[in-house]
């Protein structure tokens, strides 16, 4: 267990050297994660795609003689097969049929979902919260007004700034060319606010995603590499 724990840490000492400069160790580190991840999607492709789609659907289906199904199967697989055909120059114009079919098929498929998820439930948390009430709430205002404090305020303003800022937003994307329109002008700067507030939280968490990752390294090194270590040249 020690040698495949130093193994890991070396590997990842070999990544993070990259901060120094282009090395020849980052690039055989690099080289030998892609080289395994490729190695292992192989694999999978094979076991989990090849198999289990292709050739125990195709089995089983002469074994029970059901010829529809083998015939749709067997049609499926040469379609497939066409994306072959983009290795060479003079016969890839047949990989046209298979990837029209796909993205034909998937873009038809995708409609609906899409429409569900990207339209109608953004619409949707505009208007409502996770509970159902509407994010334009007199009476949370009013509560507020009564008992003022943090969490009244909180709770009457959320619903509002989201509404403001979807609305400003949208008509700074819809009228991005220069338009006088007192209105328009108007939603340019709240707008720009609220694209950078989103853009910085966004890059926000991805770095902080990152850090995760570098404590999580660190975590392996100081805390399981290296009790082991100690463990076995002190035992």
């Known amino acids: ?27 055989f580190a690099e080289h030998l994660f892609v080289g395994t991840m490729v190695g292992y999607t192989i694999v999978m492709v094979f076991s989990q795609i090849i198999m289990r789609k292709i ?23 040469l379609i497939g097969l066409l994306y072959l055909s983009r290795f060479s120059q003079k016969a890839q114009w047949v990989s046209r049929y298979p990837i029209s079919i796909t993205v034909g098929f998937w ?56 509404v403001f800022g979807v609305i400003v937003v949208l008509i700074y994307f819809f ?9 328009v002008r108007f939603a340019n700067k709240p707008a720009l606010l609220y694209l950078m507030l989103g853009f910085g939280a966004s890059f926000g968490y991805t770095f902080m995603g990152r850090i995760s990752l570098f404590i999580g390294r660190m975590n392996f090194i100081f805390n399981e590499w290296w009790p082991l270590l100690k463990q076995t040249i002190g035992g």
């Open 107 to 162: 873009s038809g498929y995708a409609i609906v979902t899409s429409f569900k998820t990207n339209i109608l439930t953004q619409v949707r948390g505009t208007v409502v919260d996770d509970m159902g009430a509407p994010l334009l709430n007199g009476e949370l205002l009013g509560d507020f007004i009564k008992s003022p404090s943090w969490s009244s305020l909180d709770l009457a303003v959320s619903g509002p700034l989201l």
């Open 55 to 77: 050739v125990d659907p195709i089995t089983l289906a002469v074994h029970n003689h059901q010829y529809l199904n083998l015939i749709s199967l067997i049609i499926a697989t």
């Open 175 to 183: 009228f991005s060319i220069k338009n006088e329109n007192p209105m």
């Open 1 to 27: 267990m020690l040698f495949w724990y130093t193994v890991a840490v070396l590997l990842s000492l070999a990544i993070f050297s990259f901060l120094w400069k282009d090395n020849p160790l980052y690039k």
